[in-house]
Every structure is written in structure tokens, then in C-alpha cells.
């Protein structure tokens, strides 16, 4: 298991029951059918989570996504898939929205509530993608990255990982059902 706050999609076994029942006879693979279910809803799982960080930080949803993983996926040999906040991915203040450079340094906002700050010293450096630094002493360099807060710890602290289990549960299920209904159209030649 890597660093992080980790939710893993297994299938209900009633659900593989109905699975079973309604691919007989159509020369459908019960194993492909549960692996196609699961990525989709580790896809949804990943996008949830990375929108609901986006909701809390100030970061646009497409950057949030970037530090949730899906870091596995379903197969033939194991269907579970597992979709993780990284621990140790901290964005750099530029990639929060309405960082810019004052003549004090850097002002940023890293959460949607709260007010801006100012970073005093720092500086955006525009040929290393405009990332925000800081001298450490007096000369030149050493210089240091500056860092907004860890999705995790914004995940974990703000208690969203029972919310997004269950999330989870209910998405799996609803796209078991779509794949039944699907196997069961086209079995009957609806589609």
C-alpha cells in the first residue's frame, strides 16, 4: 500500500449473484463485466474526491486532481481497484487561484474561506513555471519552495474519508445495475 489516504472498491457479493444471473446464456465474461464496473467507479471515486479537495482548497478542480490517484486499477486476476490521496504531493503556491507578485512578495490564498497573506520576501521565478520561492539567509541562495497545505491532510482533518467510502459503495452499485441493464438490452436485442 503507498503513502496516503487510500479508498478501496470491492463488490458486494449479491450484487455478482445478480451479475451472474443476468449474463447466462449471453456469452459474457462475469469477470469482465465486474472489472468494467469497477473502473468507472474508481473514475467517479477519483473525480469526487479531487472536486470535493477543490471545494475546500483554492485550487481549480483539474490541479486537485493531479494529487489523487487511482493506484489501481481492476483486472482479471483482481477486481478491486484503489483510488489514493497522496500524502506527500503539496502544491507550490502558484497553483493556487489568485497568487500573484506585490512589491512585499507573494500574496496567496490557500483556502476557498479564509483571507489572503502575504508571504513576505518570496518571489515568483517565471522560466521554473512561476513557482514561488524564498531565500533562506541573507545571500542569494540557498532558496526554499513554498508549499500550500497536503490534500491529505485537508482529506484526513476534514474527516471526508467515511463520506467518500460510502460515496463509493453506492456508485459501484448503481453501475452494476447500469451494466445489468445494458447486458440485458442487448441480449434482447433492444440495442
Request: net charge positive; proline share 2%.
Amino acid at each position: 500500500m503507498g503513502k496516503g489516504a487510500v479508498v478501496i472498491v470491492t463488490i458486494d457479493p449479491r450484487q455478482i449473484a445478480a451479475m451472474k444471473a443476468a449474463i447466462e446464456g449471453t456469452g459474457r465474461s462475469l469477470r469482465k463485466e465486474l472489472v468494467i464496473a469497477t473502473n468507472q467507479t474508481a473514475k467517479k471515486t477519483q473525480t469526487g474526491i479531487a472536486k470535493q479537495l477543490a471545494a475546500k482548497l483554492n485550487l481549480k478542480q483539474k490541479v486537485s486532481k493531479r494529487g489523487v490517484k487511482i493506484t489501481r486499477s481492476a483486472s482479471g486476476q483482481d477486481i478491486s481497484a484503489t483510488v489514493e490521496v497522496n500524502k506527500d504531493k503539496r502544491f507550490n503556491l502558484t497553483a493556487f487561484n489568485g497568487t500573484k507578485q506585490t512589491a512585499a512578495g507573494v500574496s496567496y490564498k490557500t483556502m476557498r474561506k479564509g483571507s489572503k497573506k502575504v508571504a513576505k520576501g518570496s518571489f515568483e521565478v517565471a522560466r521554473w513555471g512561476g513557482r514561488t520561492f524564498k531565500r533562506v539567509g541573507k545571500k542569494r541562495t540557498p532558496i526554499r519552495s513554498l508549499k500550500g497545505p497536503s490534500q491529505w491532510g485537508v482529506f484526513v482533518v476534514g474527516k471526508m474519508m467515511q463520506p467518500t467510502v460510502a460515496e463509493t459503495e453506492a456508485e459501484l452499485k448503481k453501475n452494476i445495475d447500469k451494466r445489468i441493464r445494458f447486458i440485458a438490452l442487448k441480449a434482447s436485442g433492444a440495442i
